[in-house]
Protein backbone atom coordinates (compact mmCIF):
# COMPACT_ATOMS: atom_id res chain seq x y z
CA UNK A 1 0.00 0.00 0.00
CA UNK A 2 1.17 3.52 -0.74
CA UNK A 3 0.92 4.46 2.91
CA UNK A 4 3.11 1.73 4.02
CA UNK A 5 5.56 2.61 1.22
CA UNK A 6 9.55 2.89 2.64
CA UNK A 7 10.74 6.06 0.48
CA UNK A 8 10.38 8.95 2.04
CA UNK A 9 7.08 10.90 0.56
CA UNK A 10 7.54 14.12 -1.65
CA UNK A 11 6.68 17.23 -0.39
CA UNK A 12 3.80 19.30 -1.83
CA UNK A 13 4.28 23.00 -2.93
CA UNK A 14 1.88 24.81 -0.44
CA UNK A 15 2.45 28.87 -0.12
CA UNK A 16 0.65 28.82 3.41
CA UNK A 17 4.26 26.13 4.93
CA UNK A 18 6.21 29.14 3.29
CA UNK A 19 4.66 31.45 5.37
CA UNK A 20 4.52 29.64 8.46
CA UNK A 21 7.87 28.12 8.46
CA UNK A 22 9.45 31.66 7.32
CA UNK A 23 7.80 32.96 10.96
CA UNK A 24 8.14 29.57 13.04
CA UNK A 25 11.99 29.43 12.25
CA UNK A 26 12.71 33.33 13.35
CA UNK A 27 10.31 33.09 16.22
CA UNK A 28 11.69 29.84 17.96
CA UNK A 29 15.49 30.97 17.04
CA UNK A 30 14.94 33.85 18.75
CA UNK A 31 13.76 32.10 21.98
CA UNK A 32 16.75 29.75 21.94
CA UNK A 33 18.21 29.05 25.31
CA UNK A 34 21.47 26.75 24.57
CA UNK A 35 21.61 26.18 28.41
CA UNK A 36 18.17 24.53 28.99
CA UNK A 37 18.86 23.24 25.39
CA UNK A 38 21.48 21.20 26.65
CA UNK A 39 19.27 19.40 29.53
CA UNK A 40 16.48 19.21 27.14
CA UNK A 41 18.38 17.04 24.78
CA UNK A 42 19.73 15.18 27.54
CA UNK A 43 16.60 14.62 28.97
CA UNK A 44 15.24 12.79 25.73
CA UNK A 45 18.62 10.75 25.73
CA UNK A 46 19.66 12.83 22.61
CA UNK A 47 17.32 11.93 20.21
CA UNK A 48 17.87 15.07 18.39
CA UNK A 49 19.18 18.69 19.39
CA UNK A 50 16.58 21.16 21.20
CA UNK A 51 16.52 25.30 20.79
CA UNK A 52 15.93 25.31 24.73
CA UNK A 53 12.13 26.50 24.52
CA UNK A 54 9.74 25.19 27.36
CA UNK A 55 6.78 24.10 26.52
CA UNK A 56 4.62 26.66 27.91
CA UNK A 57 6.87 29.15 26.19
CA UNK A 58 6.59 27.26 23.00
CA UNK A 59 2.66 27.18 23.02
CA UNK A 60 2.52 30.86 23.18
CA UNK A 61 5.04 31.28 20.16
CA UNK A 62 3.38 28.70 18.32
CA UNK A 63 0.09 30.82 18.17
CA UNK A 64 1.75 33.71 17.32
CA UNK A 65 2.97 32.02 14.48
CA UNK A 66 -0.44 30.87 13.17
CA UNK A 67 -1.90 33.91 14.10
CA UNK A 68 -4.52 35.12 11.34
CA UNK A 69 -3.49 32.46 8.54
CA UNK A 70 -5.77 30.40 6.76
CA UNK A 71 -7.30 27.06 7.43
CA UNK A 72 -4.98 24.53 5.69
CA UNK A 73 -5.99 21.72 3.14
CA UNK A 74 -4.21 18.56 3.52
CA UNK A 75 -1.48 19.54 1.42
CA UNK A 76 -0.54 22.38 3.39
CA UNK A 77 -0.49 19.72 6.19
CA UNK A 78 1.56 17.50 4.69
CA UNK A 79 3.94 20.37 3.50
CA UNK A 80 4.40 21.98 6.86
CA UNK A 81 4.79 18.65 8.92
CA UNK A 82 7.35 17.29 6.59
CA UNK A 83 9.47 20.68 6.16
CA UNK A 84 9.35 20.73 10.09
CA UNK A 85 10.92 16.85 10.10
CA UNK A 86 13.51 18.12 7.92
CA UNK A 87 14.64 20.79 10.58
CA UNK A 88 17.28 19.23 13.45
CA UNK A 89 15.65 20.97 16.67
CA UNK A 90 12.82 19.28 18.28
CA UNK A 91 10.90 22.12 19.02
CA UNK A 92 9.88 21.94 15.04
CA UNK A 93 8.58 18.37 15.12
CA UNK A 94 6.27 19.40 17.60
CA UNK A 95 5.34 22.28 16.28
CA UNK A 96 4.45 20.09 13.42
CA UNK A 97 2.41 17.42 15.75
CA UNK A 98 0.54 19.82 17.37
CA UNK A 99 -0.92 21.48 14.07
CA UNK A 100 -1.63 18.22 12.73
CA UNK A 101 -3.43 17.32 16.24
CA UNK A 102 -5.36 20.87 15.49
CA UNK A 103 -6.19 20.58 11.75
CA UNK A 104 -6.51 16.40 11.13
CA UNK A 105 -10.17 16.75 10.60
CA UNK A 106 -9.25 18.79 7.11
CA UNK A 107 -7.31 15.47 6.19
CA UNK A 108 -7.97 12.11 5.10
CA UNK A 109 -5.95 8.85 4.64
CA UNK A 110 -4.27 10.62 1.63
CA UNK A 111 -2.19 12.22 4.53
CA UNK A 112 -0.78 9.10 6.07
CA UNK A 113 2.39 8.19 3.38
CA UNK A 114 3.50 11.81 5.02
CA UNK A 115 2.39 10.44 8.76
CA UNK A 116 4.78 7.14 8.10
CA UNK A 117 7.72 9.06 7.94
CA UNK A 118 7.47 11.26 10.85
CA UNK A 119 6.62 8.26 12.98
CA UNK A 120 9.95 6.68 11.47
CA UNK A 121 12.13 9.64 10.95
CA UNK A 122 13.91 10.43 14.55
CA UNK A 123 11.52 8.55 16.23
CA UNK A 124 10.68 8.49 19.86
CA UNK A 125 7.86 8.15 22.16
CA UNK A 126 7.38 12.14 22.37
CA UNK A 127 6.43 12.36 18.57
CA UNK A 128 5.00 9.20 17.80
CA UNK A 129 2.46 8.44 21.23
CA UNK A 130 1.01 12.15 19.82
CA UNK A 131 1.32 10.86 16.11
CA UNK A 132 -0.79 7.46 16.91
CA UNK A 133 -3.46 9.27 19.15
CA UNK A 134 -4.10 12.24 17.44
CA UNK A 135 -3.55 11.91 14.03
CA UNK A 136 -3.54 8.52 13.16
CA UNK A 137 -6.38 7.80 15.35
CA UNK A 138 -8.77 10.14 14.05
CA UNK A 139 -7.68 9.36 10.39
CA UNK A 140 -8.89 6.01 10.88
CA UNK A 141 -11.94 6.80 12.57
CA UNK A 142 -13.14 9.04 10.13
CA UNK A 143 -12.35 6.31 7.10
CA UNK A 144 -12.65 3.20 8.91
CA UNK A 145 -11.22 1.22 5.83
CA UNK A 146 -8.00 2.96 6.44
CA UNK A 147 -7.53 0.59 9.32
CA UNK A 148 -5.79 -1.86 6.86
CA UNK A 149 -3.04 0.53 7.08
CA UNK A 150 -2.63 -0.05 10.84
CA UNK A 151 -2.88 -3.94 10.14
CA UNK A 152 0.07 -3.74 7.92
CA UNK A 153 1.89 -1.54 10.94
CA UNK A 154 1.04 -3.88 13.19
CA UNK A 155 3.20 -6.33 11.73
CA UNK A 156 6.12 -4.15 10.77
CA UNK A 157 9.70 -4.93 11.56
CA UNK A 158 9.84 -0.98 13.37
CA UNK A 159 8.81 -0.94 16.49
CA UNK A 160 7.56 2.84 16.58
CA UNK A 161 5.06 1.67 13.62
CA UNK A 162 3.80 -1.42 15.65
CA UNK A 163 3.65 1.30 18.90
CA UNK A 164 1.38 3.63 16.85
CA UNK A 165 -0.55 0.35 15.79
CA UNK A 166 -1.29 -0.31 19.01
CA UNK A 167 -2.10 3.08 20.53
CA UNK A 168 -4.01 4.70 17.59
CA UNK A 169 -7.47 3.55 19.36
CA UNK A 170 -6.60 5.39 22.55
CA UNK A 171 -9.41 7.48 23.02
CA UNK A 172 -11.95 5.48 21.44
CA UNK A 173 -13.57 4.11 24.22
CA UNK A 174 -17.00 2.77 23.04
CA UNK A 175 -16.37 3.00 19.51
CA UNK A 176 -12.83 0.94 20.03
CA UNK A 177 -12.62 -1.71 17.39
CA UNK A 178 -12.29 -4.39 20.09
CA UNK A 179 -11.25 -7.62 17.34
CA UNK A 180 -8.24 -5.40 16.62
CA UNK A 181 -7.46 -4.12 19.94
CA UNK A 182 -6.97 -7.12 20.96
CA UNK A 183 -5.56 -8.95 17.73
CA UNK A 184 -2.74 -6.55 17.99
CA UNK A 185 -1.91 -7.32 21.40
CA UNK A 186 -2.21 -10.73 21.39
CA UNK A 187 0.50 -10.49 18.04
CA UNK A 188 2.79 -8.76 19.38
CA UNK A 189 2.49 -9.90 23.12
CA UNK A 190 5.68 -11.62 22.87
CA UNK A 191 7.37 -8.78 21.37
CA UNK A 192 11.19 -8.35 22.92
CA UNK A 193 11.39 -4.38 23.13
CA UNK A 194 10.41 -2.47 25.88
CA UNK A 195 8.09 0.41 24.44
CA UNK A 196 6.32 -2.35 22.31
CA UNK A 197 5.10 -3.97 25.78
CA UNK A 198 4.68 -0.78 27.68
CA UNK A 199 2.31 -0.25 24.71
CA UNK A 200 0.59 -3.10 25.02
CA UNK A 201 -0.45 -2.47 28.82
CA UNK A 202 -1.10 1.06 28.19
CA UNK A 203 -3.87 0.53 25.34
CA UNK A 204 -5.82 -2.45 27.39
CA UNK A 205 -5.23 -0.15 30.55
CA UNK A 206 -7.25 2.71 28.84
CA UNK A 207 -9.30 0.97 27.08
CA UNK A 208 -10.26 -0.82 30.81
CA UNK A 209 -12.41 2.54 31.85
CA UNK A 210 -14.27 1.18 29.59
CA UNK A 211 -14.75 -2.16 29.22
CA UNK A 212 -12.74 -3.55 32.39
CA UNK A 213 -14.32 -7.21 32.69
CA UNK A 214 -12.89 -7.38 28.94
CA UNK A 215 -9.41 -6.32 29.57
CA UNK A 216 -9.44 -8.77 32.78
CA UNK A 217 -10.69 -11.66 31.00
CA UNK A 218 -8.66 -10.62 28.06
CA UNK A 219 -5.25 -10.52 30.27
CA UNK A 220 -6.32 -13.82 32.11
CA UNK A 221 -6.60 -15.54 28.84
CA UNK A 222 -3.72 -14.37 27.24
CA UNK A 223 -1.48 -14.27 30.39
CA UNK A 224 1.42 -16.77 29.60
CA UNK A 225 2.32 -14.74 26.41
CA UNK A 226 2.06 -11.36 27.93
CA UNK A 227 4.87 -9.82 29.58
CA UNK A 228 5.12 -8.54 33.31
CA UNK A 229 5.21 -5.40 32.07
CA UNK A 230 1.94 -5.58 29.89
CA UNK A 231 -0.15 -7.58 32.29
CA UNK A 232 1.28 -4.97 35.27
CA UNK A 233 -0.02 -2.03 32.99
CA UNK A 234 -3.01 -3.29 32.12
CA UNK A 235 -4.58 -3.95 35.47
CA UNK A 236 -2.89 -1.07 37.05
CA UNK A 237 -6.29 0.72 37.71
CA UNK A 238 -8.35 -2.51 37.90
Known amino acids: MLSNDRRPPSVPRSALAD ?12 AADPVRAR ?16 T ?14 PRPAEADCAALALRCWGLPEREYHYFAVD ?10 SGLLPAVRHLITTVPWWDTVDLLAAHT ?22 DL ?17 DTDRLFGYCRRQAGHPDFFVRKAIGWCLREYAKTDPDAVRAFVEAERCSLSPLSVREALKNL
Open 56 to 69: PLRRELSKAVTKDT
Open 19 to 30: TLLERLTGTYAG
Open 136 to 157: VGPLVAADPATAAVTDEWIGDE
Open 39 to 54: AMTAYMKDVAPFLGIP
Open 160 to 176: WLVRTALLHQLHYKSAT
Open 99 to 108: YLRRHVSRCS
